[in-house]
Structures are given as C-alpha cells and as structure tokens.
C-alpha cells in the first residue's frame, strides 16, 4: 500500500468575514500542495466578499476593506481554486471550518456543477492536523497552529494569513506522519481521524455539560 504522504496533498485554509458560512463570506483562499513531505507551491487570492469585514475578524487577520475592496468576487476566481484543488487529498487545520466555507460558496458560486475536486465531494473526508494535535500534543494547553507548529520546530510566520498557515499547517501534517501512532495509508489515516474525532467531540460535550 502506498503512504499517503506520497499521494498529492492540498492544505487549504480560509480567512472570512465571521465564522458562519452561510451568512458570513471568504475574503482569501490559499491553496498550498505537497508530496512526500515537500511543499509544491502555493496559492493564494484574495476575494471581495461583497460585505463590509467587521473589525474584530479584521483583527484575527488584518484584512481590512481596502485590501479588498478591488479584488474579484468568490464566483469570478471559483474555476481557479477548484483547479488547484484537483487530484489531491483534500486538508485544512479545524477542516470543518474550511470545508463548511468552500461548500457554501461553490455552491453559491456554481450551483450547478457537478463535476468537483476531491475537496468539493460530499464523500470526501479531509485530513485534520488538528485531530493529531489533541491526539499526540494531548497534554499541551493549546492547540492553536502556532503553538503546535513551534512544538513541532515548524516556522509559522504571518499567522491568520491563509497562505502562511496553509503552508504550516501541511508541514505539521508531515511532522505528525513522522508519528507511529498515525496510519501510514490514506483509508487507515481516515479511519483513524474520524474515530478521534468523535472520541474529542464526546469529551468536549461531556466537560460542556459539567461546565454548565
């Protein structure tokens, strides 16, 4: 069986306007590839999103109106970031969030079209570095991609930029491949995720209730 860490890997990450992919809109996408361990390229766009960005998201991300003001809309660079998304195994740091965003907006943007990348697929599970971070850094306080990064000896500069943390993101699921404790085939890998997932939710449910 070949590793996945052979297979093409595409890190995604998203920067928006909120944390509601329904309501809220992508104002940058970054697209960063990778095999065996090695970063392939990287891209990057930023996305008018057709609403003013709130000053606090502002503050996670530093994109402001102006950065935007001039750039195309999700639907005008939507054949684009699809194309670089095709034959990889789909990945995003907390995939959920970058998952729920780039449904949501394809979907709004091509309502219509069937043929997607592995990313756009309903049936397509994401790598989750996230999902290894709580599982292999149990004991670490946070989580936060800079600080697994810095654990780990990845260099993340310009946090909450997309292509920045993208690029750290995919170098920390390379890190953890390292890792006897994760698979080294795509479906144990997926498997495994998916088991740790449920397991963290179950145990972050259950400390909510008792907080309550």
Same mark, same amino acid.
């Given at each position: 069986?070949?590793?996945?860490?052979?297979?093409?890997?595409?890190?995604?990450? $998203?920067?928006?306007?909120?944390? =509601?992919?329904?309501? =809220?809109?992508?104002?940058?996408?970054?697209?960063?590839?990778?095999?065996?361990?090695?970063?392939?390229?990287? =891209?990057?766009?930023?996305i008018n999103p057709g609403r003013p960005i709130p000053a606090e998201t502002t503050a996670v991300h530093g994109i402001k109106d102006e950065d935007v003001k001039d750039k195309p809309l999700f639907a005008d660079v939507c054949q684009e970031i699809l194309a670089a998304l095709e034959g990889a195994i789909p990945a995003a740091y907390n995939a959920a969030f970058d998952r729920g965003f780039m449904h949501a907006e394809v979907q709004r943007a091509l309502p219509h079209e069937r043929v997607m990348p592995p990313a756009l697929r309903k049936d397509v599970?994401?790598? =989750?570095?996230?999902?290894?971070?709580?599982?292999?850094?149990? $004991?670490?306080?946070? +989580?936060?991609?800079?600080?697994?990064?810095? +654990?780990?000896?990845?260099?993340?500069?310009?946090?909450? +930029?997309?292509?920045?943390?993208?690029?750290a993101a995919l170098k920390v699921m390379y890190k953890f491949a390292e890792d006897p404790r994760v698979p080294s085939t795509y479906g144990a890998l997926i498997r495994e995720q998916l088991r740790l997932g449920r397991a963290q939710e179950e145990a972050r449910q259950m400390w909510r209730n008792r907080s309550g």
């Amino acid at each position: 069986m070949v590793p996945w860490a052979d297979h093409a890997v595409v890190m995604l990450d $998203t920067e928006t306007t909120g944390r =509601d992919p329904q309501n =809220d809109r992508v104002v940058e996408v970054a697209v960063v590839p990778g095999r065996r361990g090695e970063v392939i390229s990287r =891209d990057a766009w930023l996305i008018n999103p057709g609403r003013p960005i709130p000053a606090e998201t502002t503050a996670v991300h530093g994109i402001k109106d102006e950065d935007v003001k001039d750039k195309p809309l999700f639907a005008d660079v939507c054949q684009e970031i699809l194309a670089a998304l095709e034959g990889a195994i789909p990945a995003a740091y907390n995939a959920a969030f970058d998952r729920g965003f780039m449904h949501a907006e394809v979907q709004r943007a091509l309502p219509h079209e069937r043929v997607m990348p592995p990313a756009l697929r309903k049936d397509v599970e994401w790598l =989750d570095p996230l999902v290894w971070a709580r599982h292999i850094q149990a $004991t670490a306080k946070s +989580r936060a991609l800079g600080d697994v990064a810095a +654990r780990l000896g990845v260099e993340l500069d310009h946090a909450h +930029r997309a292509t920045a943390d993208a690029e750290a993101a995919l170098k920390v699921m390379y890190k953890f491949a390292e890792d006897p404790r994760v698979p080294s085939t795509y479906g144990a890998l997926i498997r495994e995720q998916l088991r740790l997932g449920r397991a963290q939710e179950e145990a972050r449910q259950m400390w909510r209730n008792r907080s309550g």
